[in-house]
């Protein structure tokens, strides 16, 4: 048994390193095959988180801050932007996904509390997900 644990550490530790693949080179292969799934707007339904999820953590490991612009998305790549238009009254806003979820119902977003109220979305509504891309997401906030 003793002998094990080291043997498994040498087996992890030898693998990652003896095909080495930049962190660069991995964000791009990433994001050239999540681009192809997540580049056209869909419509879904999408509600809020805040209060009782303040301060914990979330899927990319920062801390949740209910007064931020962000999202959570099942499937779009954690740190992507994303354009959220309520689809009632045609708010707009650019949110940055930074969670997993939501996990009830089968709502598509969970915006941040700060994100649905510049939006007007006190509970839930209709609204379309545009992905954006890091130039889209540039032009826009300069705008």
Not at 28 to 34: D, E, F, N, P
Not at 76 to 86: D, K, Q, R
Not at 108 to 119: E, F, G, P, T, W
């Amino acid at each position: 048994m003793n002998i094990l644990i080291p043997a498994v550490f040498f087996v992890v530790i030898s693998s990652y390193f003896s095909n080495p693949i930049t962190s660069a080179e991995a964000s791009r292969r990433h994001t050239s095959h999540v681009s192809k799934a997540h580049n056209n707007p869909h419509q879904g339904t999408a509600s809020w988180y805040g209060p009782g999820f303040h301060g914990k953590r979330t899927a990319n490991g920062e801390r949740f801050n209910m007064y931020a612009m962000t999202a959570a998305h099942k499937t779009l790549p954690l740190s992507s932007y994303a354009e959220i238009t309520n689809l009632k009254n045609h708010r707009s806003v650019i949110v940055r996904i930074n969670d997993r979820g939501p996990y009830f119902g089968k709502r598509a977003l969970d915006l941040s509390y700060a994100a649905a109220k510049q939006i007007g979305i006190s509970g839930t509504g209709a609204v379309q997900i545009k992905p954006l891309g890091r130039d889209q997401t540039l032009a826009l906030l300069n705008q």
